[in-house]
């Protein structure tokens, strides 16, 4: 018993000694081996009497098996330490990190941002305005009559309390207005929502809206700095041409198309073989939202326009699906 004892601590020992998986199965070999030192005393149990031949085979059975699970864990605990090691030898972690490509502004901040150049170039104030809006803003201050059927023009996303996510940019020149003397020339970007979704409708888009307010502000001014800007921003001599349209801020109202980019104005899907591009909204700020704002119809007047951004990204870069540019696909994001 005692010799089978020192014999099993003389074996943890060298188990637990052990660095390298070749001395392990020698080990193993020298102690469990058919020739292996329990192997060999199991043998001679043989000439043991009955009784002392089963106490002692039992022991040596034991023996066996804690030697077993030395081995096992040894071997665990070697594998891992060669595939450690295996692993710092090949790979250099001071070297960087693969696949750091550099970031860029999105295509649509991208297009924002020209647009806002040219319009601050102009000596446009950049103004701000909430997401969440009240109706008076987005409806009641500009010309929109409670229950009045323009409202539907617009598919409005609304909140239960009364408070609706805005349709357009134009609530920010009514805030603007209630808070500014005029003369002024303003500006406002930002993300606008519509219950609308397919290849050309997003139900959030960006959009740019512009007020300039001054005396005799006519529709000469918005004719000229449009056409400026279009030019500026496809930098390309455009045609120009204004169709009345309704809008119930402002009076007379119009929308703005551009000869056809694509086809130079000879037709194709793109303009719906007109080609004409419908590019924006604009007209006379209405009298009743000027009132409202406490601006004087008699001594001022002055000229609105709201355009879409994600359109003129479209148009631009001459893209045929609106809803790329909110999947985040980067091979889709790496062309701008
Ligand atoms: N707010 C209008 C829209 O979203 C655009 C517009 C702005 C039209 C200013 C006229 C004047 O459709």
């Given at each position: 018993m005692d010799s089978l004892l020192s014999l099993l601590e003389q074996a943890h020992r060298e188990i637990e000694a052990l660095n390298d998986i070749k001395g392990l199965e020698g080990l193993r070999i020298h102690y469990l081996?058919?020739?292996?030192v329990l192997t060999q005393t199991l043998k001679g149990l043989?000439?043991?009497g009955e009784e002392e031949r089963r106490a002692t085979g039992q022991n040596l059975n034991e023996a066996k098996a804690h030697l077993n699970e030395w081995f096992t864990a040894a071997r665990e605990r070697l594998e891992n330490q060669a595939l450690l090691k295996d692993t710092v030898q090949k790979i250099d972690v001071t070297l960087p990190g693969r696949g750091e490509g550099q970031g860029h502004l999105h295509p649509i901040t991208q297009t924002l941002a020209r647009v806002e150049q040219y319009f601050m170039s102009c000596g446009f104030l950049v103004a701000e305005g909430p997401e969440i809006e009240m109706d008076y803003y987005n409806f009641e201050a500009l010309?929109?009559?409670?229950?009045?059927?323009?409202?539907?023009l617009q598919d409005t996303f609304y909140f239960?309390?009364?408070?609706?996510?805005?349709?357009?940019?134009?609530p920010v020149q009514i805030r603007f207005m209630e808070t500014h003397e005029p003369p002024f020339q303003m500006m406002a970007s930002g993300r606008v929502y519509r219950c609308d979704y397919d290849v050309s409708h997003l139900p959030m888009f960006h959009q740019t809206e512009g007020l300039m307010i001054g005396k005799g502000i006519c529709f000469a001014e918005l004719k000229g700095i449009l056409d400026d800007f279009l030019r500026f921003f496809f930098e390309r001599p455009l045609k120009s041409r204004f169709r009345p349209s309704f809008f119930?801020?402002?009076?007379p109202g119009a929308e703005m198309d551009i000869?056809?980019?694509?086809c130079e104005g000879m037709g194709c899907r793109a303009c719906k073989h007109t080609g004409w591009l419908e590019i924006l909204g604009c007209g006379m700020v209405h009298p009743n939202v000027l009132n409202k704002c406490k601006v004087d119809p008699n001594k001022w007047s002055g000229f609105a326009f709201g355009v879409g951004i994600e359109r003129l990204a479209m148009l631009f870069y001459r893209i045929?699906?609106?809803r790329l540019f909110c999947e985040n696909h980067t091979r889709f994001l790496k062309q701008f």
């Open positions: 081996g058919k020739k292996g043989k000439v043991l010309n929109f009559p409670r229950f009045h059927p323009s409202r539907a239960k309390d009364g408070r609706l996510l805005r349709t357009h940019a134009s119930p801020f402002v009076e000869s056809c980019i694509l045929d699906d609106i």
